[in-house]
């Protein structure tokens, strides 16, 4: 799965525009592909749009990836300010990986003595439960309760919150990601070049 991001990188309004044109076209490309995508997200300029967030289900190495990703061209004399001498406008698109569902179901458990205070019961027992995520190596020890089915439903429960942590904390990079190229976008170099009104593809 991926992230995709168009912005105007804080451009004027022209680019604002041209996200809103190249949405339509690359929403129209993925349905050609017959590619699933959830639009997540869409910033409103005064015209246009400031950026968009799509969520699409294609792997890594996809083509379109290539095809799409970097700095893109719409040549236009804008109608917004028809007396700009600038005809050429630029707009990003970016792709991210987009965080991936854990299993929350692949857990070993694995019965361990307890440890500490509690005296010589809690030391001959193996009421504690050691629990590891397979998927993430995130391993947990719960010896709160004096049962093993205790412990292990709080295993569980714990490990369930650390997944969700760390995706949180995977989801707080990834917008660091996005707005640092949201304000990075380069000019020039264009992979796509579009023109007129009817945003026509040339390249």
Same mark, same amino acid.
């Given at each position: 799965?991926?992230?995709?991001?168009?912005?105007?990188?804080?451009?004027?309004?022209?680019?604002?525009?041209?996200?809103?044109?190249?949405?339509? &076209?690359?929403?129209?490309?993925?349905?050609?592909?017959?590619?699933?995508?959830?639009? =997540?997200?869409? &910033? *409103? #300029?005064? $015209?246009?749009?400031?950026?968009?967030? !799509? @969520?699409?289900?294609?792997?890594? #190495? @996809?083509?379109?990836?290539?095809?799409?990703?970097?700095?893109?061209?719409? =040549?236009?004399?804008?109608?917004?300010?028809?007396?700009?001498?600038? %005809?050429?406008?630029?707009?990003? &698109?970016?792709?991210?990986?987009?965080? *991936?569902?854990?299993?929350?179901?692949?857990?070993?458990?694995?019965?361990?003595?307890?440890?500490?205070?509690?005296?010589? @019961?809690?030391? %001959?027992?193996?009421?504690? =439960?050691?629990?590891?995520?397979?998927?993430?190596? =995130?391993?947990?020890?719960?010896?709160?309760?004096?049962?093993?089915?205790?412990? *292990?439903?709080?295993?569980?429960? !714990?490990?369930? $919150?650390?997944?969700?942590?760390?995706?949180?904390?995977?989801? #707080?990079?990834?917008?660091?990601?996005?707005?640092?190229?949201?304000?990075?976008?380069?000019?020039?170099?264009?992979?796509?070049?579009?023109?007129? #009104?009817?945003?026509?593809?040339?390249?």
């Amino acid at each position: 799965m991926q992230i995709v991001q168009l912005s105007s990188a804080q451009g004027p309004v022209e680019c604002s525009i041209a996200i809103e044109k190249a949405l339509n &076209v690359f929403m129209k490309t993925l349905s050609a592909y017959n590619i699933h995508f959830e639009l =997540i997200e869409s &910033v *409103k #300029d005064r $015209q246009g749009l400031k950026s968009a967030l !799509l @969520h699409v289900d294609i792997e890594d #190495d @996809h083509a379109l990836i290539q095809e799409w990703q970097g700095t893109h061209q719409w =040549i236009w004399k804008s109608s917004v300010r028809p007396n700009h001498p600038r %005809k050429n406008w630029f707009f990003g &698109v970016e792709f991210f990986s987009s965080p *991936k569902a854990l299993s929350e179901s692949e857990i070993v458990y694995k019965a361990i003595s307890a440890q500490g205070p509690g005296g010589q @019961h809690v030391n %001959k027992t193996s009421s504690a =439960i050691q629990a590891t995520h397979l998927a993430t190596g =995130i391993s947990v020890k719960v010896q709160t309760e004096r049962s093993q089915h205790a412990n *292990k439903r709080l295993a569980n429960l !714990l490990i369930q $919150q650390k997944l969700h942590q760390r995706m949180n904390e995977t989801l #707080d990079q990834a917008e660091k990601e996005r707005r640092l190229v949201h304000h990075q976008l380069e000019r020039g170099n264009a992979k796509k070049i579009f023109m007129g #009104d009817q945003f026509k593809l040339t390249n």
